[in-house]
């Protein structure tokens, strides 16, 4: 079994040994041992870049299949196994490229953004439905702005989430916004600034054109901005208690991850 331990701002997970490890299956344990080895070590591009492991999406994964079991454990193989014959994947227990994208998919359905924009990209709202976000929601002082009934999901959310883990009033900055409402040509700008129109990092038809999708700061790691897409950046993030709860939470208040950037959010409008 594992328990949660939150130490500072981030949660960390903690071996316990549990009666149910000694009694698992040859087979949960045979799982248990490739995806304790492909953790850390696999090299697969889910999104179109190379990474290496998938420790990053511990958190999504153990969400998608109920289970809060370390993700090298027979209890995590044997959830993973579970999931995997209710969606008509082989029940391995192994957490394959072909188990993740299933789950990618599911992921991606959650954000009507994606559907919607396949056949064309959304115009932008009437500046009359923005709203400011105040000045203490704004992270490093920037206008942020949102589309109202997001913007009020946005607070709903925050308050919940600070009454759940007080400890992120030790950090005022957790949960604030640092990118909400972009317009067309200022995303256009940026692509052609940054030469990358259509990578995993830069697209030329962004959700926050939208004035639904926003960008919160929950921590960096050590050297790098809150939206590094780097690699270590993402991990540290992904580590967080704000991150974590996010993705237990979240759906509540209407709001769906894009799984490749742990701090960008769209609100779907759906509450679950």
Known sequence: MIAIVLFGS????????????????????AAASQNAASLYDLIWSPFGR??????????????????????DS???????????GTHGLPASGILDPATFLRMKTIWQSRRPFVSGSRSMCPAPPAPSSLSLLAPDESYGG????LRSPALKAYRDLVAAARAAIPELAADNRVLTAFSGYRSPEYDAARC??????????????SPHRT???????????????????????????SRTAAYQWLVANAARFGFANYAFE???????GAAN
Not at 74 to 84: D, G, I, N, R, V
Not at 262 to 268: A, C, F, L, S, V
């Open 211 to 237: 004035g639904l999708a926003l960008d919160l700061y929950l921590g960096a790691a050590p050297g790098y901005s809150p939206d590094s897409s780097a690699d270590a950046n993402r991990a540290f993030i």
């Open 10 to 29: 981030c949660l960390l997970f903690v071996a316990v040994p549990s009666a149910n490890a000694a009694t698992a299956s040859p087979d949960a344990q």
């Open 262 to 268: 742990p701090w960008h959010w769209e609100w779907t």
């Open 50 to 71: 190379v990474e290496s492991g998938w420790s990053i999406y511990v958190p999504l994964v153990g969400h998608e299949i109920g289970s809060t079991a370390k993700p």
């Open 192 to 205: 052609m600034r940054d030469g990358n129109c259509q990578g995993v990092v830069r697209a030329a038809c």
């Open 142 to 145: 920037k206008q942020i702005w």
């Open 74 to 84: 027979p209890e995590f193989a044997e959830s993973l196994a579970s999931w995997q």
